[in-house]
């Protein structure tokens, strides 16, 4: 299936390495022009080299911190000084610090606020007015969490939400501009960020990595982690063209691990 991407950007955030390089690498693929960021230069440019010899695309690579209201607005105006429009913004964060209730201070909570809230207000109020006049993709790479609590997550169990409120009220308001936005919900992925969940279960539970990431795979409806690769297909479809008519929406991408409605 062509998705349309030729003569379009698209812009990546937080996307050095995991889902959103790889989500990078595939929109690049498909051949749109791609802007990436991260917070460390080196990684970020090296990030840009692999997509580049990968697709042979354009990719500007900039360092941008998305808690940072002056990087984001950097990051857009220079998307826009080097390709002229924005065509599809896939917001992408790390996610916020493990921990149970009790357990996370208000600076953790000020901190992920900024981070995995505030980076997608700021993403996309920036990012608007440089969509062109048939209308632009919006994706927030989201979790699972918003349809089943993560133990040990009150962050992203509760952050995440809050985001889907705002996808859900944006879609009605941008929908007049053809301007489409939804969520990915990732589930257990093979990324840097879920090895390092399962190496502190597997320390509170005093057991082997592999024996906790054993436990945490048969959870799974097929039995095994993601490739980012495989999450990044579905990332490349909502920020396309080719999705027509699907907006509001989170999609989950879990193999089956969600079991609520």
Same mark, same amino acid.
């Given at each position: 299936?062509?998705?349309? %991407?030729?003569? !379009?950007?698209?812009?990546?955030?937080?996307?050095?390495?995991?889902?959103?390089?790889?989500?990078?690498?595939?929109?690049?693929?498909?051949?749109?022009?791609?802007?990436?960021?991260? !917070?460390?230069?080196?990684?970020?440019?090296?990030?840009?080299?692999?997509?580049?010899?990968?697709?042979?695309?354009?990719?500007?690579?900039?360092?941008?911190?998305?808690?940072?209201?002056?990087?984001?607005?950097?990051?857009?105006?220079?998307?826009?000084?080097?390709?002229?429009?924005?065509?599809? *913004? #896939?917001?992408?964060?790390?996610?916020?610090p493990g921990g149970t209730f009790a357990t996370i201070t208000d600076e953790q909570w000020e901190s992920a606020f900024q981070l995995n809230v505030m980076s997608v207000v700021?993403?996309?109020?920036?990012?608007?007015?440089?969509?062109?006049?048939?209308?632009?993709?919006?994706? %927030?790479?989201?979790?699972?969490?918003?349809?089943?609590?993560?133990?040990?997550?009150?962050?992203?169990?509760?952050?995440?939400?809050? #985001?889907?409120?705002?996808?859900?009220? *944006?879609?009605?308001? *941008?929908?007049?501009?053809?301007?489409?936005?939804?969520?990915?919900?990732?589930? !257990?992925?093979?990324?840097? !960020?879920?090895?390092?969940?399962?190496?502190?279960?597997?320390?509170?539970?005093?057991?082997? %990595?592999?024996?906790?990431?054993?436990?945490?795979?048969?959870?799974?409806?097929?039995?095994?982690?993601?490739?980012?690769?495989?999450?990044?297909? %579905?990332?490349?479809?909502?920020?396309?063209?080719?999705?027509?008519?699907?907006?509001?929406?989170? *999609?989950?991408?879990?193999?089956?691990?969600?079991?609520?409605?």
């Amino acid at each position: 299936m062509d998705l349309g %991407y030729r003569n !379009r950007t698209v812009i990546v955030t937080a996307s050095s390495k995991g889902l959103g390089k790889a989500s990078a690498l595939r929109i690049s693929d498909e051949g749109a022009n791609v802007v990436i960021c991260g !917070r460390n230069s080196e990684t970020i440019e090296a990030a840009a080299a692999e997509i580049r010899a990968a697709t042979g695309g354009e990719v500007l690579a900039l360092r941008a911190d998305v808690s940072s209201p002056s990087d984001i607005e950097a990051l857009i105006a220079s998307a826009v000084e080097r390709f002229g429009r924005i065509d599809g *913004l #896939v917001c992408n964060a790390g996610g916020p610090p493990g921990g149970t209730f009790a357990t996370i201070t208000d600076e953790q909570w000020e901190s992920a606020f900024q981070l995995n809230v505030m980076s997608v207000v700021r993403l996309v109020r920036h990012a608007l007015p440089h969509f062109p006049a048939e209308g632009g993709r919006i994706v %927030y790479v989201s979790s699972t969490s918003i349809k089943q609590p993560i133990p040990g997550l009150v962050l992203s169990n509760s952050l995440r939400l809050g #985001v889907q409120g705002l996808i859900k009220t *944006l879609a009605s308001e *941008l929908a007049p501009r053809q301007i489409f936005i939804n969520a990915a919900a990732p589930g !257990r992925f093979a990324t840097d !960020r879920v090895r390092s969940l399962d190496e502190a279960n597997a320390s509170a539970a005093g057991i082997a %990595y592999e024996a906790q990431r054993a436990r945490s795979e048969s959870e799974i409806g097929v039995g095994r982690y993601g490739d980012p690769a495989e999450f990044a297909r %579905y990332v490349a479809f909502l920020a396309s063209p080719a999705n027509s008519y699907m907006t509001g929406q989170a *999609l989950m991408v879990d193999g089956g691990l969600v079991k609520a409605l």
